[in-house]
């Protein structure tokens, strides 16, 4: 199991789709190769592990390093809505498609759901968290024409943390 990495005080708390290979050995997330592309981003916008916290819509590496079934999700939606409960961040980043679409209960894909505000819900918190949903760091090692539009979600995340006097 791959808990989380971070900060769990942090006001800042992303969520990403499921360990891989790197982070089952190691047992935190986002310490692979896609875990090093999110350090860069992070420390893009002056944010890193010390300051935010990270962990999974899954926490095991599905068979075969697949993307989670529908199944599985539904499994643990439970788990990580307790756990964005139990961290209260002020906000939510979402880290690919399959993480956006769980949290945000949407069949929207990620390139449609990023570039815009979102709210999260639950019935443990007292009110709504901002989300953004941006694309992940592996597809963007895959596909790295897409790191502009990163890029401006990621500082459309910082404009945020900049306007709001409790980070």
Known sequence: TVFADGNSSAKIMLIGEAPGAEEDKIGKPFVGLAGKLLDKMLAAINLDRTKVYISNVI????PGNRAPDNEEILQCMPFIQKHIELIQPLILILLGG???KAILTTNIGITKLRGSWHNYSSLGLNKSILTRAIFHPAFLLRSPEHK????QDLLEIKKKITENENF
């Open 59 to 62: 926490p095991w590496r599905p």
């Open 98 to 100: 399959t993480a956006s």
């Open 148 to 151: 502009k539009e990163t890029w």
